[in-house]
């Protein structure tokens, strides 16, 4: 079965009703994408926990190795890994009990959706969680 975005509307539910966001693949280099995205919602006051087994600390956050070291519940798994390496991170996000997966603009994959949709978790692929925020919440979360 294809992929369907969800509609514009099921986004901005999405991101109204999210708090927290542990961001895989989140680097610690403020020249990467994934850490501009992530300093930019963490402005807009969502929490930002950094999934990186490289780091530490990562935008004033630890760093956790994987989603299962995270020790708070996650609203959004926000994913900035190549498509091939997702379907474990579905697998995770699912036993974690987040409630969406969120692959950034660029990485779809047919697998990892429907893992992470099989589990109950809402799922966005392709796209990017800052420009989503941007538009349908321009004026900040209600």
Known sequence: MAYVHPSREEIKRILEQSATIAVVGLSDDPSKTSYMVS?????????????????????GEKAYASL??????????????RPEHTPPIAK?????????????????????????????????????????????LPNGKS
Do not use: H
């Open 39 to 59: 300093e930019a919602m963490q402005r807009k006051g969502y929490r930002i926990i950094p999934v990186n087994p490289n780091a530490t600390v990562i935008l």
């Open 68 to 81: 299962k070291d995270v020790p708070e519940p996650v609203d959004i798994v926000n994913v900035f890994r």
């Open 92 to 136: 995770e996000a699912v036993e974690i009990g987040a409630k969406t997966l969120w692959l950034q603009l660029g990485i779809l994959n047919e697998e990892t959706g429907a893992i992470a949709a099989e589990g109950g978790l809402r799922v966005v692929m392709d796209r990017c969680i800052k420009v989503e925020d941007s538009i349908l």
